[in-house]
């Protein structure tokens, strides 16, 4: 069992609220990572870190942000929640060198009302 | 860039049979290749990971095998149960890259 935490697993938020999706991984990974999976779709990477104070944009445009002043700790944030930004949104670390294994959290289903 | 394909992209069979998941890749410079397991509105988990200097890993009824030089994965699941439903992704970390780049999954189902 991976030892990655995500919270909360569901949530449903009106328009214009900000929100921050809690991600925490006990592994000691300086390296992780944010997914954005809509239902039936592929995963699109968002936002990356490769330890403390180090963040990099994805693959995928995303409004939202990240910060990583702790090395367990990978919060995203959205300053303004949209509908579009419904989706489920996963986090994942992984071990700085080879062989680079991944393990992911359980995930946050977002819905914006 | 890396573009990982997974086909089929579903697939229906009954109980006891055995199958086989194909996942090919564009760029052989990788690190690992990983399968995960996602059920629908969860996580991923990790099934196998496969290191580049590898040809295969094998964990229980699941075998999953690794080519470079043809860009090719193939995961092998042995006598399937309805236990095994689920959306099947192929992942894999480039040595130019950042992150796991994924393909678009293989949806499993298995009928009693």
């Known amino acids: 069992e991976a030892d990655i935490y995500q919270t909360p697993r569901y949530l449903v938020i009106g328009t214009g609220k900000k929100i921050t999706l809690e991600c925490s991984q006990t592994m000691g990974h300086d390296k992780m990572y944010w997914y954005q999976q809509d239902p039936g779709m592929e995963l699109h990477l968002i936002h990356y870190?490769?330890?403390?104070?180090?963040?990099e944009k994805g693959d995928l445009s995303s409004e939202s942000t990240v910060s990583r002043i702790r090395t367990e700790h990978f919060p995203l944030t959205l300053e303004s929640a949209r509908p579009s930004h419904t989706s489920q949104y996963l986090c994942?670390?992984?071990?700085?060198?080879?062989?680079?294994?991944?393990?992911f959290g359980q995930g946050t289903r977002l819905t914006v009302v | 860039k890396q573009e990982v394909t997974q086909i089929p992209a579903a697939l229906s069979v009954p109980e006891g049979e055995n199958l086989v998941l194909n996942c090919s890749f564009t760029?052989?410079?990788?690190?690992?290749l990983q399968w995960f397991r996602q059920d629908p509105g969860k996580g991923l988990t990790s099934l196998l990971l496969i290191q580049s200097s590898q040809r295969e890993q094998t964990s229980g009824r699941l075998n999953a095998s690794l080519d470079k030089s043809s860009g090719r994965s193939t995961l092998y699941i042995a006598a399937s149960q309805p236990g095994d439903s689920a959306t099947y992704l192929c992942a894999l970390f480039s040595n130019s890259g950042y992150a796991l780049n994924f393909g678009k999954g293989t949806s499993l189902l298995v009928t009693p």
């Open positions: 994942a670390s992984s071990t700085t060198g080879v062989p680079y294994e991944a393990f």
């Open positions: 760029d052989s410079a990788i690190y690992n």
């Open positions: 870190s490769y330890g403390v104070n180090s963040t």
